[in-house]
């Protein structure tokens, strides 16, 4: 059984966006040398991607780490997320996610469509179960650079900015995210242990 580190990848994407920032944070978790475990929920529309497995509460207390990802819907996480934090309250009593690195994404069409209320609101599940919350720093020299997603709240794209795929900036600090995210849990994993 391996013995890295696990980042749990909770996502939801209909249209491919949230999930080409899953793969980036995925890339940067990995670059760590921890362990990406890609998770979805089940979704109201039939159009969802269902590549990855559905979330299961056992995730919650198999990770190290989790990074939480969403299109940006009225400027609040997509239903489908809210409700699965709505079944963790077994979890949240026990503390199972206490102390564990956690951080956010999303993906939105316009510039100033919501996002940073999206990722700000998204933090605050996490922080109820008690998870130590990271975002992006400014020591990223794209943070300063992008012209389209990527915020001190969480890694981001814009579709009507960056176009179908993610530019290279957001592409990089989502890749810093996980990286970062991976980091933390292993120190504080190391820590625990001695
Ligand atoms: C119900 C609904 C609400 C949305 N609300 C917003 C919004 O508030 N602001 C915005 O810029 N885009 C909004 N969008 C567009 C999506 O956030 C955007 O297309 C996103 O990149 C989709 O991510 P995905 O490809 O991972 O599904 C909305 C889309 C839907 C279907």
Not at 109 to 113: A, I, Q
């Given at each position: 059984m391996s013995t890295a580190v696990q980042v749990l990848v909770l996502y939801y994407s209909r249209g491919g966006s949230t999930q080409q920032l899953a793969d980036a944070i995925a890339n940067g978790i990995e670059k760590a040398g921890a362990e990406a475990m890609m998770r979805t929920v089940a979704s109201?529309?039939?159009?969802?991607?269902?590549r990855d497995l559905i979330v299961a509460n056992e995730d919650l207390q198999q990770c190290d780490a989790l990074v939480l990802g969403s299109p940006t819907r009225f400027g609040h996480m997509a239903s489908g997320l809210q409700r699965f934090w709505e079944t963790t309250s077994r979890d949240w009593l026990k503390g199972v996610l206490v102390d564990k690195p956690a951080a956010v994404f999303t993906s939105s069409?316009?510039?100033?469509?919501g996002q940073e209320s999206t990722l700000l609101s998204m933090m605050v599940p996490l922080l109820h179960h008690g998870m130590m919350v990271l975002g992006i720093p400014y020591t990223e020299p794209e943070l300063q650079q992008t012209e389209s997603g990527g915020s001190p709240y969480g890694a981001s794209h814009v579709e009507h900015a960056a176009g179908p795929r993610l530019s290279r900036h957001e592409l990089t600090l989502a890749e810093q995210l996980g990286y970062r995210v991976a980091r933390a849990a292993q120190r504080y994993s190391k820590e625990n242990a001695s």
């Open positions: 109201d529309d039939e159009a969802a991607s269902a069409s316009s510039m100033h469509g």
